[in-house]
């Protein structure tokens, strides 16, 4: 029973265009929700969170939005550059534990 | 910069063998967690110490792993015997306190152990 869930395995964008990830989830306990981005050989790294009782959140190129009405929140990222093709987690967090998504893998076209 | 250290990288070995991975948290991080990420699937926790102690390892295969870190600092995870099905990413990751003490303690990651299991 997946708590968090990215329904979309992979997403290509074509640079300088927008990337929307989008991610559910069903525990409406969760704290914060957070945003991994994964390259190859290398562990996650964190991109961005959001509070539970926020509904956006901005960073540079990053901006993730938080509905919680839907239980769904989704990242943006504008303008996507070759550097964004990565793998990204989706996570919800309450106290110190993680719960992660399956993962959608972002490609930048040229 | 301060980084996760985990060895080795890459470890390929056949069922019924024993395996172990080494962890080295952030220096002064109090929380250390091991995860497992299977292929296409997000990383789940294994086990979680606070300092030298273990809280949770819900999750953790007590029949097959064993995980220990006794001086609060660098951290053991074994398998054995190690099956088809633990072939995996294995994952470390440090935080400052965790233990819920502030509301968001970020998790750092190591690079992982890839583990293959022939």
């Known amino acids: 029973d997946q708590q968090v869930k990215q329904n979309s395995p992979s997403l290509s964008v074509q640079e300088g265009r927008i990337s929307i990830l989008n991610c559910d989830y069903t525990n409406s306990m969760f704290d914060y929700f957070l945003w991994y981005k994964k390259y190859p050989a290398e562990g996650p790294t964190f991109l961005i969170s959001?509070?539970?009782?926020?509904d956006k959140n901005e960073d540079g190129r990053f901006t993730v939005f938080l509905n919680k009405s839907a239980k769904h929140l989704s990242l943006h990222i504008v303008p996507s550059q070759p550097g964004d093709s990565a793998v990204y987690f989706c996570a919800a967090s309450r106290d110190d534990k993680i719960i992660f998504g399956k993962g959608t893998r972002l490609h930048i076209l040229p | 910069e301060a980084e996760v250290a985990q060895s080795p990288r890459y470890k390929i070995t056949e069922k019924s063998q024993a395996v172990a991975f080494w962890c080295d948290p952030i220096?002064?991080?109090?929380?250390l967690y091991w995860y497992r990420q299977i292929l296409g699937q997000g990383p789940e926790l294994l086990v979680q110490f606070q300092d030298e102690s273990v809280v949770d390892d819900s999750q953790l295969p007590k029949d097959r792993f064993s995980a220990e870190r006794l001086k609060g600092v660098d951290s053991t995870l074994k398998i054995q015997p190690a099956e088809l099905g633990d072939s995996a990413m294995y994952l470390c990751a440090s935080s400052f306190q965790g233990g819920g003490v502030v509301p968001l303690d970020e998790q750092f990651f190591g690079p992982g152990t890839r583990l293959t299991v022939l």
């Open positions: 959001i509070s539970s009782i926020k």
């Open positions: 220096s002064g991080h109090a929380t």
